[in-house]
């Protein structure tokens, strides 16, 4: 596999992991503004429900109120309840606070009012279940019996009673004490026990369903969690697997590139004695490039040398044809002093002449091999120059696209980076949504506390009242038959003490039930502001990751632009050595061919000389 392939691979897996760390950053956004919702969900349906109950609360004591002190104030502010509840006035700005007690107390406007809607269309907005709305209605199907009773009393203050159709049009003297029985006695009670038993149970449904909601939106917050943070540690393992690539890629090349471009550059100027660093890995492409160098140097010295002797050679001929025509000239002079000495001489200058062609002929051979291996050896660098020329243009090829795509990884990572930051400002909203929903949590908790506090009081004067009512029936029975009429009166008393510690009871109860329910909602909110605190700190974490990945990616993309470029200069440089070789390979064949006429010369020359020794035989026979 080339190196380009590997670059390709690990760079393409990168972009890859980069994809999928993106997709399961997304992923995990939505999940954690679905836990979110469900817990705004789940702290908005519990507001719901505790108005339903609140108000039935609200509608017993104002009608009780309103019983024993006849004042229509109170059932005014009984009738607005249900108004309100039904949809048929508007609903005060954030009902489910404090606001009925004010009223009570003379504020008659505590807030600004908002929209007509009826409470039962707020659950079916907020999600209530279908079972969840039946128990609903049984309590109101159940509330039959509870309405009644409070509207005799309530009429009856008006001295109002009931015709034979059941109409409150019989006008008589008002009667407290029966409204007050009616509003206090046992059934009043069990009525009352009717209607709140299908409201529990409406209770433990809309919990359950909402515990269960907001549970699973935990369990797909962490599934995403999990995937993400695998995801991370793959896009960082892609991340080293490109840097101990790109540094194998170096370790190829045995040094530097700029270090190599410049020395390149050297020899491509004909430099060829330039300083070379001495190289630690004898496979890579510096060592080979240093062994090129010095085979280039030594045929080249090879070839200068070969060049001075056939100089050399070339002067000994030059120098033996010059003897040989001045012989030629003494022979013609000799014709006139005498052919015998001219004979004599002109065979010694044969001789010498003789000599000098067999050993001119001798180096001109010796010479024509050693240029013939020279251009075979010149060939063969100009063959393995081209080879490395191509491997160079191949390496800053998979350099170029290599650079290429370390630039879009990087693109990817800073996208990435962005998108962390996104949602480390979402999870820091709904954070503070939480911490919100906490704080409104735990306000409603003290309020139950307020609340059972009251009861405590009222329970203590229940309790006085009681004792008064047994001290004021012993006192009567002291008195004898003048005490018997204030014996029956502190019996009244103290039977409605009882009544009303045995509805304190109830109501503290309920109250205690409030506050275990708070007391549990609190805890799941404490747990859920720690989970998305620590969701939080995750992603900021990951941010942080992500910004050094960008800055790896960025570090080994200008890295990787180096070598491309390196390898783009050192292709350029390898490309003139290429020419020079060619250059150098030509004139050695030249120079082989003039050896070769060199030779044939010598020989022409030695013919010549064994021509003169006959003819000088001739001359001396």
């Given amino acids: 596999m080339t190196v380009r392939s590997k670059f390709l691979i690990m760079l393409g897996f990168l972009v890859f992991s980069l994809l999928c760390l993106m997709i399961s950053f997304h992923q995990l956004t939505q999940s954690q503004q679905k836990v979110s919702a469900a817990y705004e969900k789940r702290f908005t349906s519990y507001l719901l429900a505790d108005e339903l109950r609140q108000s039935s609360d ?10 024993v002190t006849g004042d229509p104030s109170y059932e005014k502010q009984y009738f607005d309840i249900l108004d309100i509840r039904n949809g048929n006035k508007p609903r005060p700005e954030s009902y489910h606070r404090i606001y009925w007690d004010f009223v009570a107390a003379g504020d008659l406007k505590p807030r600004s009012d908002t929209k007509k809607i009826a409470l039962l269309d707020l659950m079916k ?50 009667d407290l004490e029966m409204s007050r029985q009616l509003t206090h006695d046992a059934a009043y009670h069990r009525y009352k026990a009717n209607i709140m038993k299908p409201v529990d149970e409406f209770f433990v449904l809309m919990e359950n369903r909402t515990f269960k909601a907001v549970q699973d939106a935990l369990e797909i917050s962490s599934f995403w969690k999990i995937i993400f943070v695998a995801n991370l540690l793959i896009v960082v393992a892609a991340t080293i697997m490109i840097i101990w690539l790109f540094n194998k890629v170096l370790k190829q090349l045995g040094i530097d590139p700029g270090y190599l471009y410049s020395v390149s550059h050297h020899i491509a100027s004909g430099n060829l004695d330039v300083e070379l660093q001495p190289q630690s890995d004898t496979q890579s492409v510096y060592s080979v490039f240093v062994s090129m160098i010095s085979n280039l140097k030594k045929t080249i010295g090879e070839a200068e040398r070969k060049s001075d002797e056939a100089a050399i050679e070339k002067e000994k001929a030059q120098a033996a044809t010059a003897e040989a025509l001045e012989a030629k000239q003494k022979a013609e002079t000799a014709k006139t002093e005498g052919m015998i000495q001219a004979a004599t001489q002109l065979e010694e200058v044969v ?17 024509s091999l050693g240029i013939r291996e020279q251009s075979h050896r010149i060939s063969e660098t100009a063959t393995a120059m081209e080879e490395m020329n191509t491997t160079v243009f191949e390496v800053a090829k998979n350099a170029t696209d290599t650079a290429t795509t370390a630039n879009l990884a990087r693109d990817k990572a800073e996208e990435g980076a962005a998108i962390v930051g996104e949602v480390v400002q979402g999870v820091n909203l709904v954070q503070e949504n939480a911490l919100k929903l906490k704080e409104d949590v735990t306000s409603l908790g ?6 059972g506090e009251v009861m405590n009081v009222i329970t203590d004067i229940a309790d006085q009242t009681n004792l008064l009512a047994l001290n004021a029936a012993i006192e009567a029975a002291r008195a004898g038959e003048a005490g018997r ?6 019996d009244e008393v103290r039977k409605l003490a009882e009544k009303t ?17 708070t007391q549990k909602n609190i805890s799941n909110v404490e747990t859920s502001v720690k989970a998305i605190a620590e969701v939080t700190e995750r992603a900021g974490m990951s941010g942080v990751a992500l910004d050094e990945i960008v800055k790896l990616v960025e570090q080994a993309s200008d890295q990787v632009r180096m070598i491309a470029t390196a390898s783009e200069q050192q292709s350029a440089t390898s490309e003139e050595i290429n020419k020079s070789i060619e250059d150098v390979d030509v004139i050695s064949k030249q120079a082989a061919e003039g050896m070769v006429h060199f030779e044939e010369a010598a020989k022409t020359l030695s013919d010549q000389t064994i021509i003169m020794t006959n003819l000088i035989d001739e001359m001396k026979n």
């Fill in 485 to 490: 009429g204030f014996a029956v009166v502190a």
């Fill in 58 to 67: 609200d509608l017993t004591r104002l009608a009780r109120t309103y019983v």
């Fill in 501 to 517: 510690m045995t509805a304190t009871t109830e109501v503290g109860e309920a109250i205690r039930g409030i506050q275990l329910g």
């Fill in 446 to 451: 003290h309020r139950a506390e307020g609340i």
């Fill in 125 to 174: 907005e907020a999600g209530f279940t279908d079972k969840e709305l039946q128990k609903l209605e049984e309590a109101k199907n159940n509330s039959d019996g509870l309405v009644e009773n409070e509207t005799i009393a309530m009429n009856a203050v008006k001295g109002l009673y009931k015709d034979d159709r059941g109409q409150f049009t019989v006008k008589k003297e008002p």
């Fill in 351 to 367: 001789d010498t002449i003789n000599h000098a062609s067999h050993k001119l002929g001798e180096q001109i051979e010796e010479s």
